[in-house]
């Protein structure tokens, strides 16, 4: 298929959602309710990745690290791509390149065994590599021409899927997405277990949940972005209760114990009102409880400003990764909480 195809191609996809339901559409984002919250200082590297000469980034959409330390950047450009770097920022390699998998990304999750996992809202896959990049499992079908769209959530028919996290056991946990506003758990080989949530503003309902979280005792912890909410719910998929106060949560990510906390990003996007530019842009740092500890940052494209954070890396608490969308870049972020305000 040509260039020309392809973006026709595009074009027809993104034109067979309505206005409400297009990539990165629904509520952008949302003034936080909190108030008087603490600023933390923090330090930001925003050109700390090579890239090989003639390779460029495009746009941020995901971004995970694997015990190593080697970070794994999944970016929309012309296609789709996976790219792989080392803890110091250097290029490894691609991973999956011109993989049937691979048209439209939205999240890049590395679980404890440094499996990685690519999230396709395009393809409706999700894509498992081992850590020498082999695909060793997908979950989701890619639509075939003709394909009627469907009519129901499936088992295991997802509709552009936005992120996945595992509990202990290796159960995994997706939530889908744009199209079905659920939560689906299948079993460490990919058997369907349950599915919580539909379209609603109602106590366990969602309206797009963007991006999802696991803490240590497998509660689950959904970002349903256009209900300005972070619902939580129990490892069988049962609520459990809903944090409010931190606007529309586009991006979630809880840190390894033994203390672990929740970092949630109200971003800020161009598509947006700019009349929210100076009031959101900022991520919360927060106890599991939702108690707000503070939040840093604030809507901008220079360094140290966030443009659209699409996913947030914390494998180590106070030193994150954050992918942006509309700067095309992935900014390392190191917090100094105990200094406070800049």
Not at 6 to 32: D, E, N, V, Y
Not at 55 to 63: A, D, K, N, S
Not at 149 to 174: H, K, M, S
């Amino acid at each position: 298929m040509d260039t020309r195809t392809c973006l026709a191609a595009a074009a027809l996809w993104t034109a067979s959602f309505p206005a409400h339901a297009q990539p990165g559409g629904g509520q952008a984002s949302q003034k936080a309710k909190a108030q008087n919250v603490r600023e933390i200082a923090f330090d930001a590297t925003a050109s700390f990745l090579k890239l090989p000469p003639n390779l460029f980034m495009g746009e941020g959409i995901g971004v995970a690290s694997n015990s190593k330390g080697h970070v794994f950047v999944y970016t929309r450009s012309q296609a789709t791509r996976l790219f792989e770097f080392d803890a110091k920022g250097n290029f490894v390699r691609e991973i999956g390149e011109g993989l049937y998998g691979f048209a439209f990304a939205h999240a890049v999750r590395v679980d404890p065994q440094d499996n990685i996992w690519a999230v396709d809202e395009g393809t409706n896959m999700i894509i498992k590599f081992t850590p020498d990049g082999r695909v060793a499992m997908v979950l989701g079908h890619r639509p075939e021409p003709g394909d009627p769209p469907p009519t129901a959530p499936e088992p295991y028919i997802l509709n552009r899927p936005t992120d996945v996290a595992w509990d202990a056991a290796g159960n995994i946990f997706i939530s889908d997405g744009y199209g079905n506003s659920r939560v689906v758990k299948y079993d460490k080989n990919g058997r369907f277990i349950a599915t919580a949530g539909s379209r609603g503003n109602g106590q366990g309902q969602l309206n797009l949940p963007h991006t999802i979280a696991t803490d240590a005792t497998g509660n689950v912890y959904v970002g349903d972005r256009s209900n300005n909410r972070i619902q939580v719910f129990d490892n069988d998929l049962k609520f459990k209760a809903i944090y409010d106060q931190v606007g529309a949560p586009w991006a979630l990510c809880i840190t390894p114990g033994p203390h672990q906390y929740l970092y949630s990003s109200n971003s800020f996007p161009d598509s947006n009102n700019s009349q929210l530019q100076d009031s959101t842009g900022e991520i919360y740092k927060m106890e599991l409880d939702g108690t707000i500890l503070g939040r840093f940052g604030h809507a901008g494209k220079k360094p140290g400003e966030f443009s659209t954070v699409h996913e947030i890396d914390c494998r180590v608490e106070n030193e994150l990764l954050v992918s942006e969308i509309t700067t095309w870049r992935v900014q390392k972020i190191t917090l100094h909480p105990e200094k406070g305000a800049k």
